[in-house]
């Protein structure tokens, strides 16, 4: 049979989805998941622009960027990115999100996610700038970061 491993009996194609591989222009290596890492996990106090930790993004393949709000006010998150961690010299990557109102706990949450590539705007630092216009009085943001390797 044509494009078969006539000594294991399976082919090319074959090997590559048992192994996870992604098929590639050229070679192809294995996208293995990361363990999630939370970027920040607090309500915001007060009103103005809160951070998020850094995360490191020097030796992967893509990331996603989870939000999930239950916060009794809505906020803006922008995606940032930089060579060094650095947040006064970070650059937006994307538009901003405006994420709503997530309702009294824990009836309601709202969830966004914001897939990183790195074909599309490549950063080695990654961060979330999290504002508020008004102070929310109850609730919790949590931003985690999934990634391949």
């Known amino acids: 049979m044509a494009g078969t491993d006539t000594s294991r009996g399976i082919s090319p194609k074959e090997l590559a989805d048992i192994l996870g591989y992604i098929p590639g222009s050229g070679f192809q290596t294995p ?4 363990t999630p890492v939370v970027l920040y996990n607090a309500m915001p106090v007060g009103i103005g622009d809160f951070n998020s930790t850094w995360f490191d993004f020097s030796n992967l393949k893509r990331a996603m960027i989870e939000i999930v709000s239950s ?7 922008q995606l940032v990115g930089n060579g060094v961690q650095d947040y006064a010299t970070a650059r937006d990557m994307g538009m901003p999100q405006a994420i709503a109102i997530g309702g009294p706990l824990p009836i309601t949450s ?3 996610d914001i897939g990183v590539g790195i074909n599309d705007d490549w950063h080695p630092y990654l961060g979330v700038i999290i504002t508020t216009l ?16």
Not at 31 to 34: A, P, R, V
Not at 71 to 77: E, G, N, P, R, T
């Open 31 to 34: 996208w293995i998941n990361q």
């Open 134 to 149: 008004v102070a929310p009085a109850s609730g919790l943001l949590t931003i985690t970061s999934y990634s391949q390797k």
């Open 110 to 112: 709202v969830s966004i």
């Open 71 to 77: 916060l009794d006010q809505a906020i803006i998150v």
